[in-house]
Antibody
Framework: EVQLVESGGGLVQPGGSLRLSCAASGFTFSTYWMSWVRQAPGKGLEWVANIKGDGGEEYYVDSVKGRFTISRDNAKNSLYLQMNSLRVDDTAVYYC?????WGQGTLVTVSS | DSQLTQSPSTLSASIGDRVTITCRASQSISSWLAWYQQKPGKGPKLLIYEASNLESGVPSRFSGSGSGTEFTLTISSLQPDDFATYYCHQYNSYFGGGTKVEIK
């Protein structure tokens, strides 16, 4: 059974940083693209970033380019999202996704 | 990269109606598309994977079709539990804008 478990969310001030983690199990992690998806309060789903199985390619939505970095450690079956220069509009539930499977999400709140 | 255009954005329907939601990709994505249902305050629920495969436990009134750039989600007979927002999703990439199914 595929399991994706996020951690690392919380409250952070504007301009601050946060690192999200996702522990994956139940599949051969290193062979699959992984992504982060978010949903702001009352808004739709938004793809944030993705990364190839071997880590050799990564892509970002324009609004986070230069601020967020996606990475993975295939030895630990883990996915990460380093979020810097956080803004109020980054407030959202962040989900770890290995399509079509999702984690339960972790809430990131950016507020002073 | 392909982006998804979902229509309609809102749909008003009655119990028992046949409902169809469309998702168009800007370039071919083969069958790498999923459909999700979301209700207020809840996470997305997988309905259809790889464009046409029904997720285990999902009622058979839901079906998906299409490949390449044109995809549809059909609910054959709308039930009270189906009033929700539906999203198409290119695997590990963009989402459609969502379709809110409301009671007529």
């Amino acid at each position: 059974e595929v399991q994706l478990v996020e951690s690392g969310g919380g409250l952070v001030q504007p301009g601050g940083s946060l690192r999200l983690s996702c522990a994956a199990s139940g599949f051969t992690f290193s062979t699959y693209w992984m992504s982060w998806v978010r949903q702001a309060p009352g808004k739709g789903l938004e793809w944030v970033a993705n990364i190839k199985g071997d880590g050799g390619e990564e892509y970002y939505v324009d609004s986070v380019k230069g601020r967020f970095t996606i990475s993975r450690d295939n030895a630990k079956n883990s996915l990460y999202l380093q979020m810097n220069s956080l803004r109020v509009d980054d407030t959202a539930v962040y989900y770890c996704v290995s399509s079509p499977f999702w984690g339960q999400g972790t809430l990131v709140t950016v507020s002073s | 990269d392909s982006q998804l255009t979902q229509s309609p954005s809102t749909l008003s329907a009655s119990i028992g109606d046949r409902v169809t939601i469309t998702c168009r990709a800007s370039q071919s994505i083969s069958s790498w598309l999923a459909w999700y249902q979301q209700k207020p305050g809840k996470g997305p629920k997988l309905l259809i994977y790889e464009a046409s495969n029904l997720e285990s436990g999902v009622p058979s009134r839901f079906s998906g079709s299409g490949s390449g750039t044109e995809f549809t989600l059909t609910i054959s007979s709308l039930q009270p539990d189906d009033f929700a927002t539906y999203y198409c999703h290119q695997y590990n990439s963009y989402f459609g804008g969502g379709t809110k199914v409301e009671i007529k």
